[in-house]
């Protein structure tokens, strides 16, 4: 059973290996990590899937590992730190199996992308509030209400367990919001900060589909994909979604936050 979502950034320089001092800039969004993580052991949670932007990414079909992750930072230049995790078994075939049942492709795979920060980084932060194994299942190329219909399908294989079971949407937000951005400004970056955070709030999926794919592309943002999927998944819970940090400091866009399915926690 579902009891808990959340979304998650995953800039490297969250690490403080990677950031070398720079991390107190993003404190906000550590101090949010920190409450997720506390919530997870508050709730027990015995089962986490989380969703990835940078694993196996392909145009028509989505992807979940089928066998213990590891990777590193070697692409942010440390390739001596590293990250691993056991893999839930029995999640990715249920999860095979209720996506072949709904007709979504979704392909098990013993391969992964060493260097997925959007896994390296979640899993580094929490680290002991993970349970002792997780699922991974990757965004793809497909419309993105193919992304809400593989969240709802993949919310109701995990209603079937009767562990406590959490899902983390890993992305970060618009990657061009201003100057400030490496990779320049974008004349629409904030409103569509703006698009994704009143979305988030309100539980809105409509409002996410209908952001103009090129539009994402163009403004460089790689979490509308995983949140579809987390609200899907969490459609039928009474989702509390509550923002818990969105922060800038490079102009990029990073945004944490928690869902319930209880209102005395929203």
Excluded: K
Excluded at 102 to 126: K, N, Y
Excluded at 135 to 151: K, T
Excluded at 189 to 198: I, P
């Amino acid at each position: 059973m579902i009891v808990l979502g959340a979304v998650l950034p995953h800039p490297p320089i969250l690490l403080p290996q990677i950031a070398q001092g720079r991390e107190v800039h993003v404190q906000a969004t550590l101090n949010a990590y920190e409450t997720i993580a506390v919530r997870i052991q508050e709730l027990d949670v015995q089962r986490l899937l989380l969703i990835s932007t940078h694993g196996i990414v392909t145009l028509n079909r989505f992807h979940t590992l089928g066998a213990d992750l590891s990777g590193n930072f070697e692409r942010f230049g440390h390739p001596a730190l590293t990250f691993d995790h056991e893999i839930d078994q029995e999640m990715a075939n249920l999860l095979v199996d209720a996506a072949a049942s709904a007709e979504l492709p979704l392909s098990r795979t013993p391969i992964w992308e060493l260097s997925d920060h959007s896994v390296g980084v979640p899993i580094t932060l929490l680290g002991n509030a993970l349970p002792p194994t997780i699922g991974v299942v990757s965004i793809s190329f497909r419309p993105p209400a193919d992304h809400y219909r593989l969240g709802q399908t993949i919310g109701h294989a995990l209603a079937s367990l009767d562990e406590p079971t959490a899902i983390i949407a890993s992305g970060d937000a618009v990657h061009r919001l201003n100057e400030d951005s490496p990779r320049g400004s974008h004349p629409l970056g904030e409103e569509v900060q703006r698009t994704y955070e009143t979305a988030l709030t309100n539980w809105d999926h409509e409002a996410l589909i209908a952001i103009d794919e090129s539009l994402r592309r163009d403004v460089d943002e790689s979490v509308v994909s995983p949140t579809l999927i987390l609200m899907g998944a969490m459609q039928e819970l009474g989702a509390h979604p509550r923002i818990l940090c969105s922060e800038h400091p490079w102009g990029v866009g990073y945004v944490t936050a928690l869902v319930d399915t209880t209102p005395e926690h929203h």
